[in-house]
């Protein structure tokens, strides 16, 4: 497991469209999430413990904000990581009772296009889809009871009341994406 930082990205720019098979069978894009409040991307995977560390409070934080549009996209190569594979998301939504969409990046264009770097990597884009927050969670991946900085909670607090999110903004952490040999 290679740990890694989300990279600092230019609050404002546009969010990139994508085109991406969900477990529900459905395709969605960047359209699909057009008349939410705001679209929550969240770079992930099945095996990273990062994720594991933090997946019950994105299924909270997306049952607080209903109006919000929570995504996941899985971009990890599932040759070598087999337990990333389609199927196995399916698995793994089940199993941790997702309530949000999980996307299947197969080429991994998406996850290079936003310069996604490690799993979760966590994208917030306002009502005007421009990149509104990007980083952590929260100040305590392991220990949700020792948390006393709740960053992506207060950016979406904001957003759904019409306000700017704060500029302060910590990178958020996680196993590296398993990128493709070319």
Not at 78 to 92: I, L, Q, T, V
Not at 152 to 166: P, Q, R, S, T
Not at 169 to 178: A, H, N, R, T
Request: proline share 3%; charged share 30%; glycine share 6%.
């Amino acid at each position: 497991m290679v740990l890694l930082e989300s990279m600092n990205i230019p609050l404002g720019i546009e969010a990139f469209d994508f085109d991406l098979p969900g477990i529900d069978g459905q395709n969605h894009s960047l359209d699909s999430y057009k008349d939410k409040k705001a679209l929550v991307l969240i770079f992930m995977c099945n095996h990273c413990p990062y994720v594991q560390g933090v997946i019950q409070r994105l299924i909270k934080l997306q049952d607080k904000f209903k109006d919000i549009a929570f995504v996941g996209i899985n971009a990890n190569d599932s040759e070598n990581y087999p337990e990333d594979g389609f199927d196995k998301m399916k698995d793994y939504a089940k199993d941790w009772g997702l309530n949000f969409d999980y996307l299947w990046d197969e080429t991994q264009k998406v996850a290079k296009i936003y310069k996604a770097q490690c799993t979760p990597d966590i994208y917030v884009y306002d009502k005007d889809q421009e990149l509104a927050y990007h980083g952590r969670l929260d100040d305590n991946w392991q220990h949700e009871d020792k948390v006393t900085m709740h960053e992506l909670n207060d950016a979406l607090e904001a957003l759904m009341n019409d306000k700017k999110v704060g500029d302060q903004q910590y990178p958020s952490m996680g196993c590296s994406i398993k990128w493709k040999s070319l």
